[in-house]
């Protein structure tokens, strides 16, 4: 059972455009929200990462935006850039991390 | 600083066979989680290692089992392997259960 849900699958994006991410979850007991970027052939690496007491985080181009009473939180990633073109993941921590299935973002020049 | 560090990074081994995958921590961080990624697949929790012992487990066979040392390394082992267990391997680590944790870059391991 997948405990946290992400959307859209893929998506493309125009260089300069934004690209948003979506995630949902159930289980109230996460409190650890991060994002993962990850380029083929390589591990995971860390974006960013929100907890529940906040509601907005902004790092450079890449702001995530929680709703804790919707139990959702979306990543923003503003001016896109051909380098940003990669599989992203978010997750939720209580004792491990839970991934959603991922998004593949393409930046087209 | 170093980061995670994973060996080997690519390994193949012949169904029935065992694989042994090792990852080393960043140095302080006590806690080591094993996550397998099938090809176009997300990231499914295998195991959580803290402190030298196994913490939890995700939903797989008792086949895949593992250990970590003193040092906090870790090694994952996968018995009577399977074609389904072909996959990336990543082994990540944080301080404790302090939930920032990065990860190392695979072991992509194959099954024939």
């Known amino acids: 059972q997948q405990q946290v849900k992400q959307s859209p699958q893929s998506l493309i994006v125009q260089k300069g455009g934004i690209s948003i991410i979506n995630c949902a979850y159930e289980n109230t007991a996460f409190d650890y929200f991060p994002w993962y970027q990850q380029f083929p052939g390589k591990g995971p690496a860390l974006l960013i990462a929100i907890r529940p007491d906040v509601s907005e985080k902004k790092e450079g181009r890449f702001t995530i935006s929680f709703n804790k009473s919707a139990k959702q939180f979306s990543l923003h990633i503003m001016d896109s850039q051909p380098g940003d073109s990669a599989t992203y993941f978010c997750a939720a921590h209580d004792y491990k991390l839970s991934f959603g299935a991922g998004t593949t973002v393409t930046v087209r020049a | 600083e170093a980061g995670v560090t994973q060996s080997p990074t690519h390994l193949i081994k012949t169904r029935g066979q065992q694989a042994t995958l090792r990852c080393s921590p960043i140095?302080?961080?006590?806690?080591v989680y094993w996550y397998q990624q099938a090809l176009g697949l997300g990231l499914q929790f295998l195991l959580w290692y803290d402190e030298g012992e196994e913490r939890n487990r995700g939903n797989f066979p008792p086949r895949f089992s593992g250990r970590q040392f003193p040092n906090y390394s870790s090694e994952l082992n996968v018995n009577a392997l399977e074609l389904e267990d072909s996959a990336l391997y990543l082994c990540?680590?944080?301080?404790?259960?302090?939930?920032?944790?990065?990860f190392g870059q695979g072991t992509r391991l194959t099954v024939v």
């Open positions: 140095s302080g961080h006590t806690s």
């Open positions: 990540a680590s944080a301080v404790g259960h302090y939930t920032e944790a990065f």
